[in-house]
C-alpha cells in the first residue's frame, strides 16, 4: 500500500518504517493541512493527527484512498459521511494514555492551586517572594469530573489520593463503578453548583458541542475553577470568558481552545477573502484566555509523553496492518 504519513518527527519515520516493512511509505514532517497542493492518486492510506481537518476537499485530492488512519483517539477533524460514501475506512486509536491525560489535567490542577506559573514567573522576573502568591488545598474540595470514561476514572483514583470529594457526571452512569472508586453520580446541572473544580473527560460530538455553555455557566459554584484537558468546543468560549469576567470562575486551565488552529496560523483567517465572523471573534476571545493572568493555557499536549506517543504509533502502525490483512479494527463509523 501507498501510505502518506503527515505531521511526523524525525525519530518517527524509522519507527514508522520498521513497523509497517515492506510498505511504500511517504513521510512528511508538515501536517496535511501545510501542504494543500498535495495530490496523489496511487494514496491507499492517509496517517494523520487532529490538525488537519480531512473532508470532501482533501479526500478528493486521493482519488484511490481507502483509509484514514487518525493517531487520536478523537476523529472529529475527518468528516465521517463523506468518507463512507467514498467506502473510506476510517480508524482511531481509542486507548493509548489514559493516565497520560489524567496525570496533565492533574498538573493544570496543581498549577492553579498552587500559584505555580505566578511563582515561577516572578522569580524569573527577579523577585523571591510568595507575597500574593497564597493557594488553596486540595484535601476536603470537590472535585466534578464531567466524563467518568477511561481517564475520567483515572482523574477520580488521583483525586481520591488527595483525599478530595468527587462528583461525577455520565450519560449512562454505573453505580457500581461508582461505589468501587468511591465517587457520587450527579446530575450535570448539581456538579456545576457543588464543585469547586471542574474537569471535562469527554468526546466531542454533537452531543458535547458547548456542553457547557451560556446558559448553564451560571450555575456554577462561585469561585470554582475550570480544567478542559478534552476538546475546546466542548466549552462555548464566548461563556467561558463571561463566567471569567463575571467572577464565577476563579480561574481556568485549558489544554484545548475552540477553534485552536487559527492560533497556529491567524493570518491564513485574517487573508481569507471571506473571514468568517464567528471565527474571528473566537479568536479574539481565545487571546483574551491566553492573557488573562488567572487562566493557563496550553498547546493540546496532554497526551505528549514519549510512552504515550509510542503507544499510539504502535496502536495506528497495527491499524494499517490490519486493514491491509483484511481484518480492520478499531473503525469509526459515522452516525448517520
Not at 501507498?2 to 501536517?31: M, P
Not at 492551586?113 to 511563582?119: E, G
Not at 486540595?138 to 482523574?155: D, E, Q, R, W
Request: net charge negative.
Amino acid at each position: 500500500m501507498k501510505i502518506h504519513y503527515f505531521s511526523g518527527e524525525a525519530w518517527e519515520e524509522t519507527f514508522i518504517r520498521e513497523k509497517l516493512a515492506g510498505e511504500n511509505v511517504v513521510f512528511h514532517a508538515e501536517s496535511l493541512g501545510a501542504l494543500p497542493d498535495l495530490a496523489d492518486s496511487d494514496a491507499d492510506v492517509l496517517c494523520t493527527f487532529i490538525e488537519s481537518p480531512i473532508g470532501e476537499a482533501e479526500m478528493s485530492r486521493f482519488p484511490a484512498l481507502k483509509l484514514i488512519a487518525t493517531r487520536s483517539t478523537g476523529y472529529d477533524h475527518i468528516d465521517l459521511a463523506r468518507a463512507a460514501a467514498r467506502g473510506i475506512t476510517v480508524v482511531n486509536v481509542p486507548f493509548y494514555g489514559e493516565n497520560t491525560v489524567a496525570e496533565f489535567a492533574f498538573a493544570l490542577l496543581l498549577a492553579l492551586s498552587r500559584r505555580i506559573i505566578d511563582a515561577d514567573e516572578r522569580v524569573r522576573a527577579g523577585t523571591f517572594s510568595p507575597k500574593d502568591l497564597r493557594g488553596f488545598d486540595l484535601a476536603g474540595k470537590t472535585l466534578g469530573v464531567i466524563g467518568c470514561g477511561h481517564i475520567g476514572m483515572h482523574v477520580i483514583k488521583m483525586a481520591n489520593g488527595f483525599s478530595m470529594n468527587v462528583l461525577g457526571f455520565e450519560t449512562h452512569p454505573d453505580e457500581a463503578k461508582a461505589k468501587a472508586a468511591h465517587f457520587t453520580y450527579t446530575p450535570l446541572s448539581e456538579l456545576l453548583a457543588q464543585s469547586d473544580i471542574i474537569t471535562l473527560h469527554v468526546p466531542y460530538n454533537e452531543h458535547t458541542h458547548h456542553l457547557i455553555n451560556k446558559e448553564n455557566i451560571g450555575s456554577i459554584k462561585k469561585g470554582a475553577y475550570l480544567i478542559n484537558t478534552a476538546r475546546g468546543a466542548v466549552v462555548e468560549t464566548d461563556a467561558l470568558v463571561e463566567a471569567l469576567k463575571s467572577g464565577t470562575l476563579a480561574g481556568a486551565a485549558l489544554d484545548v481552545l475552540e477553534e485552536e488552529g487559527d492560533l497556529a496560523d491567524p493570518t491564513a483567517l485574517l487573508a481569507s477573502p471571506h473571514p468568517k465572523e464567528e471565527e474571528l471573534r473566537i479568536l479574539l476571545e481565545n487571546h483574551y484566555l491566553i492573557e488573562h493572568p488567572r487562566v493557563i493555557v496550553t498547546p493540546h499536549l496532554a497526551f505528549n509523553t514519549q510512552e504515550a506517543v509510542e503507544r499510539i504509533l504502535s496502536t495506528t502502525t497495527e491499524n494499517i496492518r490490519s486493514f491491509r490483512a483484511g481484518t480492520p479494527t478499531n473503525i469509526v463509523k459515522s452516525a448517520a
